[in-house]
């Protein structure tokens, strides 16, 4: 099965950016691959999907002005670019991937997630 590995978080000051990425261990045969966070104490949140094949994106209403979606194809690469960063963007990031053939925002529809990737903004 193919696993996915976040990088590229870090601790930011307010207002700064970060590009998050998620690599795969091997081709991803995927529909379509997402990220989404988790706050201490809060649930998991979706950002953002995008369609491995066509490139289309369905993004969080929360963070549609200042986060972008991307993806490699020939290097099975997913990028989150998280731009005017604020400390309630503070949180564990993680992609995951699905098969379902719906941009979807629901976790449960994703069945391969990656370890975690932390980002702390700081005031």
């Known amino acids: 099965q193919v696993q996915l590995v976040e990088t590229g978080g870090g601790l930011v000051q307010a207002g700064g950016s970060l590009r998050l990425s998620c690599g795969a261990t091997d081709t991803f045969n995927y529909y379509a691959a997402a990220w989404f966070r988790q706050a201490p104490g809060k649930e998991r949140e979706f950002l953002a999907v995008i369609s491995w094949s066509s490139g289309a994106t369905y993004k969080s209403d929360s963070v549609k002005s200042r986060f972008f979606i991307s993806r490699d194809s020939a290097n099975n690469a997913l990028y989150l670019q998280m731009n005017r960063l604020k400390p309630e963007d503070t949180a564990v990031y993680y992609c995951?991937?699905?098969?379902?053939?719906?941009?979807?925002?629901?976790?449960?529809?994703?069945?391969?997630w990656g370890q975690g990737t932390q980002v702390t903004v700081s005031s």
């Open positions: 995951a991937a699905t098969n379902s053939r719906e941009l979807l925002s629901t976790s449960r529809v994703y069945k391969t």
